[in-house]
């Protein structure tokens, strides 16, 4: 049972804020939710993390509602270079990666 | 800079060799490392865990005696394919902690 759910793919548009929402029903009270972005054939980058409620950080923000079975990755005005796959994950220390979204971004 | 340098970037070598891979942590220890494959347009998948000073960690239907994996110190872990064959070539990465990636190595076996 994958632990995260996530689409597939996203199209955007220069300039656009993207929002990308990750499903995970059956979070643990430990568990934290990280974002990574990743290039082709490059390593992934690590984004944000959080547990519950909102952070942000230089590059996004990261929305947790309160019964944490959801979570969303907001990446406020977009451009080319952010195109690439963001993956969530759900877990305290468990460093399994679910499927990703494939974010494409149009001039 | 690379706070996880992983090496070689790429490598070639011919069906039966062996090929190792070098994931070192710079200006950290790591005590945990972890290793994933990654296919064309598909996801990262966990390999195998690395504890220093002692026995990886592997998933579920990934051999270990194909796949060696020595943590030696707290600032290296290294993989090694033994006999590799055309079907081990694929994209491989190691993470310290959760926050830090290796560049990623390319395999190709020919």
């Known amino acids: 049972l994958a632990k995260t759910t996530q689409p597939i793919s996203m199209d955007s548009y220069e300039g656009q804020e993207v929002n990308i929402t990750c499903s995970h029903n059956n979070i643990a009270t430990n568990d934290y939710i990280t974002w990574y972005q990743q290039f082709p054939s490059q390593g992934p980058r690590f984004i944000i993390q959080?547990?519950?409620t909102k952070v942000t950080n230089e590059v996004a923000s990261l929305f947790i509602p309160a019964d944490r079975k959801s979570s969303t990755l907001s990446l406020p005005r977009v451009s080319l270079s952010d195109t690439a796959v963001y993956y969530c994950l759900v877990g305290d220390g468990d460093m399994r990666f679910g499927a990703g979204t494939r974010l494409t971004v149009k001039p | 800079g690379a706070v996880v340098s992983q090496h070689p970037s790429w490598v070639i070598c011919k069906s039966g060799t062996s090929v190792k891979i070098e994931c070192r942590s710079l200006?950290?220890?790591?005590?945990?490392m972890f290793w994933y494959r990654q296919f064309p347009k598909q996801s990262l998948m966990l390999m195998a865990t690395?504890?220093?000073?002692?026995?990886?960690?592997?998933e579920q239907g990934v051999e270990k005696d194909k796949f060696l994996i020595n943590h030696a110190s707290l600032t290296l872990s290294t993989l090694t394919v033994t006999s590799a064959h055309p079907e081990d070539s694929s994209f491989y990465i190691c993470?310290?902690?959760?926050?830090?990636f290796g560049q990623g190595t390319r395999l190709t076996v020919v």
């Open positions: 959080g547990y519950k």
């Open positions: 993470s310290a902690t959760e926050a830090f």
């Open positions: 200006d950290f220890q790591a005590t945990t």
């Open positions: 690395s504890n220093e000073g002692s026995k990886a960690t592997y």
